[in-house]
């Protein structure tokens, strides 16, 4: 079971296929250029160009930046041409005809700001520049906007990944699938389908898992040599100056002062890193001309067309919109000034899974207006404080490897029982309909006899039938509990006290006669880092490390609090 979720995880997370494939066909004939740029720091990146033949006024241009090089691209940028813009495509460096090292996410940044400074400078740019585009192509936005240029009016991230925050780790803990992802997008100038979708991927996380081998000797074991990227991302496992140069970072947000429309949705792996930009920007610019679009959508369908049904999950009629044709709608409202898409409403728009209507709201904060407390007492979500503090044990062998617990369960939304070797607990039963709408977070009270644990909190919904609906999760590493950027180990014996709250926004009306449930779970699978709890680096802990199971005990004053919309 588990290899077919690591399938899906890896497609949900980080592959983007073509935004293109669903779009209107191309139409007419363009003058189609490509060129080798030269960047201010002697590098060079491929840059594809599309524009209208027989045009001769000046135009905006759509511009994407990425490392997903396919042939295919000139569709996207024949598009955009085709809707009254000039279409610009640019790959990282080492993809396409460009020399050099293909490392992600290190220089898009700033060779990005070098393409739009080159788009604008052309005869035929009217001086605008609008981005767009999912997944990869969403964090090369974000990059752009660290210094922004001035010819940058607008960017449409669609499940946009943040470096270091979501990817190749969430919440500090490295996540094993983007490690056959670095040699699909390097084994070659485009991508190596073929190798990628192979069985080796599998077999190899196995083979380590099995083997209890230190999580950086990963790429030993595929008989390549090194693989460079990988082995920067392992050494900075905390969320500091190496990620930090990639994207926005603190008082650079309070600079971006361009119209941004974010989409994403509450099962997409980006959620994280689209929310990163959102709260940020929020935060150091208040002033922030920002929109979200999110409803019921994964990875793909946040970015273009949602699955009318996902992953066994069928969507609300109201959820099944056309991205793709809101996102040229938004460039068309910069632009042309034409209306604003209609679904726009308000600043923040989210679907309700279960209600069939969408919600529109000034900002993310209100999503809810209510928050309910739960205390995690025997098997049992409390609404009151227990009055007696009690505590409910867990014992994890990370020297044996004939079970595994991961805090996965996307592969599937709707479940009819829950396999988990975790703690369970289950509110009353809803007296009447309640709708969840937030990101749920909480604080967990434990004593364990190690320095560290990587952990998991899932929320689902037991429905009157007595099925489960997958809602959301953290993961998330307990040393790095109140700060990404600063490790802080825990004390063998004490109380500590773990706090957590970067968590996937939902939203979804529970019907009367459910309940809400809470696993809680320590991360031991072939899919992830194992934290073996030395205080050591986590990378360099093996089953060696092993020789002393973990015992956890998880004190009932620990609560989780879940935002509501009444």
Not at 255 to 271: C, E, R, V
Not at 433 to 457: C, E, Q, R, W
Request: hydrophobic letters at 35%; one cysteine or more; charged letters at 20%.
């Amino acid at each position: 079971m588990m290899r077919k979720i690591f399938s899906l995880l890896l497609l949900c997370l980080i592959f983007g296929k073509p935004a293109s494939a669903q779009n209107k066909p191309s139409t007419g004939t363009y003058i189609r250029d490509s060129i080798l740029l030269k960047t201010r720091d002697g590098a060079s990146v491929t840059v594809i160009v599309a524009r209208k033949k027989g045009a001769t006024q000046k135009l905006p241009t759509i511009f994407q930046f990425t490392i997903y090089a396919r042939r295919t691209d000139t569709l996207k940028i024949q598009e955009a041409a085709d809707r009254g813009y000039i279409g610009v495509m640019a790959y990282s460096r080492g993809k396409w005809n460009s020399a050099g090292d293909i490392l992600a996410y290190e220089t898009d940044g700033r060779d990005a700001y070098d393409v739009i400074d080159w788009i604008s400078k052309q005869p035929w740019s009217d001086g605008r520049v609008g981005m767009y585009g999912g997944s990869y192509n969403g964090f090369t936005q974000w990059a752009a906007t660290k210094k922004l240029h001035p010819a940058l009016k607008t960017i449409v991230p669609s499940a946009a990944v943040a470096p270091g925050l979501d990817v190749p780790m969430t919440n500090n803990v490295q996540m094993s699938f983007v490690f056959s992802w670095t040699y699909y997008i390097a084994n070659n100038k485009f991508l190596d389908e073929k190798d990628y979708n192979g069985p080796q991927w599998n077999q190899l996380y196995w083979n380590w898992y099995n083997q209890g081998l230190p999580y950086h000797s990963l790429d030993s074991l595929t008989g390549r040599g090194t693989n460079t990227m990988f082995q920067h991302w392992v050494t900075h496992p905390a969320y500091d100056k190496y990620w930090q140069d990639m994207i926005p970072y603190k008082s650079d947000f309070a600079h971006i002062n361009i119209p941004i429309l974010s989409t994403t949705g509450y099962y997409d792996g980006g959620q994280i890193g689209g929310m990163y930009y959102y709260r940020e920007l929020a935060k150091y610019n208040p002033k922030a001309d920002q929109y979200v679009l999110i409803g019921p959508y994964g990875h793909f369908g946040s970015q273009s067309h949602p699955d009318t049904v996902y992953n066994g999950y069928r969507i609300d009629d109201a959820a099944r919109i056309n991205i793709h044709e809101i996102i040229y709608q938004w460039f068309d409202y910069i632009f042309k000034n034409k209306p604003k898409p209609a679904i726009l409403k308000n600043r923040f728009n989210f679907e309700v899974m279960g209600s069939n209507q969408w919600q529109h709201v000034p900002s993310l904060k209100q999503m809810s207006n209510d928050t309910l407390k739960f205390y995690l007492n025997n098997n049992h979500l409390a609404a009151i404080k227990p009055k007696k503090q009690t505590s409910m044990p867990q014992k994890i062998d990370f020297a044996n490897r004939n079970d595994i617990s991961s805090y996965y369960f996307e592969n599937q939304l709707i479940y009819d029982s829950i396999n988990t070797s975790g703690l369970v607990f289950k509110s009353d039963v809803l007296t009447k309909p309640l709708t969840i709408s937030g990101a749920f977070s909480g604080l967990l009270k434990t004593i364990i006899n190690k320095k560290d644990m990587d952990y998991h909190v899932v929320l689902f919904e037991q429905m009157p039938d007595g099925k489960y609906f997958f809602l959301s999760y953290f993961m998330g590493r307990a040393s790095y509990a109140t700060s990404t950027e600063k490790r802080r180990l825990l004390t063998p014996g004490k109380t500590e006290t773990i706090p957590f709250s970067n968590t996937y926004i939902t939203a979804r009306r529970l019907n009367k006669g459910s309940r809400i449930v809470i696993v809680l779970n320590v991360n031991k699978s072939p899919f992830e880092q194992i934290n073996y709890g030395t205080g050591k680096p986590v990378s360099d802990e093996s089953i060696k490390d092993a020789k002393i199971p973990l015992h956890i005990k998880w004190l009932n004053s620990s609560y989780i609090n879940i935002p509501v919309l009444k």
